[in-house]
């Protein structure tokens, strides 16, 4: 069947497979990689993307679902010149990273968390993230970051 | 993991579903957000032939106030539950539950339609809808009828809905005098290894996640509330004539002490008005 996707503001059409999912078409279809796959089980939250602005983790969504709709992976959150997302800043700032696996669904997870709850408390990001595994950090630092993007910028330096 | 082969139709209404359906009724499933069917169908355990899928069928998300009742449209997502104004004022044990369900990804694909008619015996919003006492809505070939919730949950995974129906509405009486929900698990997101919906008052309901093949009444509980019994000693009988599973989170007898411990602690809530 025919899908046309508009991912990172990219519209594009392309034949898929009915039975194909929305992170197989990101990564191999699309080419964008930064997407991953973890437990393959709507458990680990790895492969989340936003659709329409939402987080959906992507292994559990058919790419004929997103056919019409907008998807942002993680390579759609740098501005064009490179310089990183206010959400991906603080993940450096505040090392909310060791391995990098869980990260890119992190941070979209905390995107679309963010957009709902501007200023969390910290159990609110604890539990908004409860989608979101991350089998190095102990979450500590994870949850910094995301405090740390939901506050101005001025309080993120 | 991925699915096997189906054939993928869209519907753009009700009607439209319900011919589709029609060709091959037991060939055929409806995917609405897909949170319940596609893991199914990724394991395997489900192989429909035909996907139908219902999620753009417009006009059946809603939560609107009917009255004496809150109508619920099948297509209505966890997370337009949870924020619902009407359903947080006129139900809330149902908006809190549908808070609860899964995660955030979660609660932004599923459908409230898509948990009753999968109808997991481990799912919140089946009890939570049975705690209510609600009633479904379903379309057919025959036209609509109305199915009380009591009736809804036959057995494992199996509904009274047929194979050429589809559920399109529930409805859910306003004005519980006080409600209480309860959720264990040992995994944040995971399913719940027991829960328990309770509705107290003049008719108190109280519904149980996770004790046996369909979500469960705890009838020994509701009698002996309407008969005056405290929280304590209604919960006391929480696990009469329940059978509960055994498997790689709790024993039987395991579920069968947890759902006491749940029931006071829900029934405590719900009298104290913490929720």
Known sequence: MQVTVTVNGVPETHDVETRTLLVQYLREVRGLTGTNIGCDTTSCGACTVLMDGESVKSCTVLAAQADAHEIITIEGMAAADGTMHPIQQAFQEHHGLQCGYCTPGMVMAAASFLQEHPQPSEAEVREGLEGNLCRC???????QAVLAAASPPEAVR | MIPASFEYRRAGSVDEALALLRQDPDGTKLLAGGHSLLPLM???????????D????GGLSYVRDAGDHVAIGALTRHRDLETSDVARSEVPLLAHVAGQVGDPQVRHRGTIGGSLAHGDPASDLPAAVLA?????????PGGTREVPVDGFFLGFLETALGPDE?????RVRKGAAGWGFQKFNRRAQDWAIVGVAAVVGSDPRVALVNMGSTTVR?????EALAAGASPADAAARAAEGLDPPSDLNASTEYRQHLVTVLVRRALEGATTGRG
């Open chain 2, 132 to 140: 209510l006492g609600g009633t479904l809505v379903v379309q057919g």
């Open chain 2, 218 to 222: 705890a009838r020994g509980v509701e």
């Open chain 2, 166 to 170: 589809m559920l399109t509405e529930i």
């Open chain 2, 42 to 52: 990724k394991l395997r355990l489900a192989t429909p032939g035909v996907l139908v």
């Open chain 1, 137 to 143: 950090t102990g979450y500590h630092n994870i949850v």
């Open chain 2, 54 to 57: 219902v999620g753009r069928i």
